[in-house]
Every structure is written in structure tokens, then in C-alpha cells.
């Protein structure tokens, strides 16, 4: 008996066939992200109250809203507290990551899935239930019979939002450096040892630089939604401290549109520059999940 042949499949037709499976996602990402975002850059332009199409009248006068102490403030509390967020996040996640790198574990990765098991529930009930936690009166204090809890929330709301931050975002950091610190080839830090570095010099002349790919993507990964993020300070900071989200926030809850659109678009732009420069220094993904 003859064997049968395999049939191949032409390349363009398995071209042809992954197009047309990516009609859904297009489909997808242009009613909910590019009409969205049009119709945003439409109202930077407008003067108008809410959405309505009677007395709209073409201006650039929206843009003054840069310029106003409370939008600058919110901008500097917002950078602030996503610099400093991915500054922590870094130095604990290439903790984290490098010490489950050396690990003997068999199944590192079933650490990894177990460290991202919380990011699995939804994103409000996590932060509520550690604005819980932070409350004088907690589940822990009625656990062990203590009187009277630390009030994070009431007396440090600026401890209180790093820590949600840290908590929040902290996997985002982890996952890309562990993922360049297993592409690093052994043979590489032997050879540092073989010519006399120490295990230090090893760490920062070889090690860090091979896995600096993973440090950018996380922190991107860490320092945009903590730049654009609203819930975390305002559940944790109970309103004490504005971030530029909660501006933009407020702006649309008040069907103020315009100012909102600004303040988004200028957000916008910030995202895109940083994917530019991800996609600049990570040209093959190394770094990414």
C-alpha cells in the first residue's frame, strides 16, 4: 500500500486564513478603542455642553485646561506616585524573579501562576478589600481580638495608595523579568566567573544588562496605569489625593467632555510614546509576557 501524502498547505492561504480569524478582534478594537478615541480628538476642538450638536461652536480654547494649578498639580501628584511605584516595583520584582530563577523548584512556573492568582478577581473588589484591611477596624483586628487597627487610610492616605499600587502591579514587573532572566544563556555568567569577576560584578555587569528589556517592558507595563489610574486614590485616599485620572474622572461624571477629552488625549499621546520606545528597545519581545 502506498502511503498517503501530506497535502501542504499554501503560506497565502494560511495568510488568508489568519486574516479573516482577526476580523473579530478589528472589529472589536475599532468600535471600542478608535471610534471612541475619534470622537474624543472631536471634542478638543468643540466648545459644547455635554454632547449636543446645537450651538457647538469650533475652538482651541479647551486647551487652557494644561494650564490651570489644579491640572498641573494632579499631573506632578500622578508622575510622582507612578515613578515612585515603579521604582519600588523594579527593585522588588528582580528580587522576586531572580530569587525563583535560582530556585530549585521543578515547576517555576506554577510560583509564577500562583503570584498571579489575585489578578484573576476583579480589580475593584481587591482594592476594597484592602482599603478594608487599612481601616482601624479590620478583619484582622476582629481575627486576633485587637482593639484598634492602624489607620492607614485616615492618617498616611499617601503610604496607603503606594501600597495598593505596589500590591496591584507589582506581578507586571515580575513576569518580564523572569522571562529575560531564563533566556539568559548559563554559559555567559560561567564565563564572567572564568575570568575573575565576582558574583556581584557577575550580577551587575552581565546579568542586569541581559535582562534590562524585561526592566523597560515591566516598567511600562507598571508606570502607565499607575499615571492613568483613578480607583486605587480614590478608594484608598478616600479623595485626599488627585491624580490626573481622577480629574478626567470627574470631568466626564460632571459632562464636562471637553476638558476630559483634553486631559485624556494628552494621556493618550504619554501611552503611545512609551509603546514607541518599548517597541524601540525590545525589537524581538524578550521582555514581554
Not at 498639580?73 to 520584582?93: E, H, M, P, R
Not at 528582580?94 to 530549585?104: D, E, G, P, R, T
Amino acid at each position: 500500500m502506498q502511503k498517503a501524502e501530506k497535502r501542504v498547505i499554501p503560506s497565502h492561504q494560511v495568510s488568508h486564513h489568519l486574516d479573516r480569524m482577526a476580523i473579530p478582534y478589528l472589529a472589536f478594537l475599532t468600535i471600542f478603542a478608535v471610534l471612541p478615541a475619534l470622537v474624543m480628538l472631536f471634542l478638543v476642538f468643540v466648545d459644547t455642553e455635554g454632547i449636543r450638536f446645537e450651538n457647538m461652536v469650533a475652538t482651541i480654547t479647551n486647551f487652557e485646561v494644561l494650564t490651570e494649578r489644579s491640572t498641573i498639580i494632579a499631573f506632578f501628584n500622578s508622575l510622582k506616585y507612578s515613578v515612585i511605584t515603579t521604582i519600588i516595583c523594579i527593585f522588588f520584582g528582580y528580587v522576586i524573579a531572580y530569587a525563583l530563577h535560582k530556585s530549585k523548584f521543578k515547576n517555576k512556573y506554577l510560583i509564577l501562576l500562583i503570584l498571579v492568582l489575585p489578578m484573576w478577581t476583579n480589580f475593584l473588589l481587591r482594592i476594597n478589600a484592602l482599603a478594608g484591611i487599612f481601616e482601624p477596624n479590620n478583619i484582622i483586628t476582629s481575627i486576633f481580638g485587637i482593639e484598634k487597627g492602624l489607620d492607614i487610610i485616615g492618617k498616611a492616605p499617601d503610604l496607603a495608595i503606594f501600597l495598593g499600587m505596589v500590591f496591584t502591579y507589582l506581578p507586571f514587573m515580575v513576569m518580564p523579568i523572569y522571562t529575560s532572566l531564563e533566556k539568559i544563556d548559563p554559559l555567559l555568567q560561567e564565563a564572567a566567573l572564568d575570568l575573575g569577576v565576582t558574583n556581584f560584578k557577575k550580577f551587575w555587569k552581565v546579568t542586569v544588562p541581559m535582562t534590562a528589556s524585561g526592566i523597560v517592558s515591566g516598567s511600562m507595563m507598571v508606570l502607565l496605569p499607575c499615571l492613568s489610574g483613578f480607583a486605587i486614590p480614590k478608594i484608598l485616599g478616600h479623595g485626599n489625593v488627585l491624580l490626573i485620572g481622577n480629574v478626567i474622572e470627574q470631568s466626564f461624571m460632571s459632562m464636562n467632555y471637553t476638558q476630559g477629552s483634553v486631559l485624556a488625549l494628552v494621556l493618550l499621546i504619554i501611552i503611545l510614546v512609551s509603546i514607541i520606545i518599548v517597541t524601540k528597545t525590545n525589537k524581538d519581545g524578550e521582555g514581554l509576557i
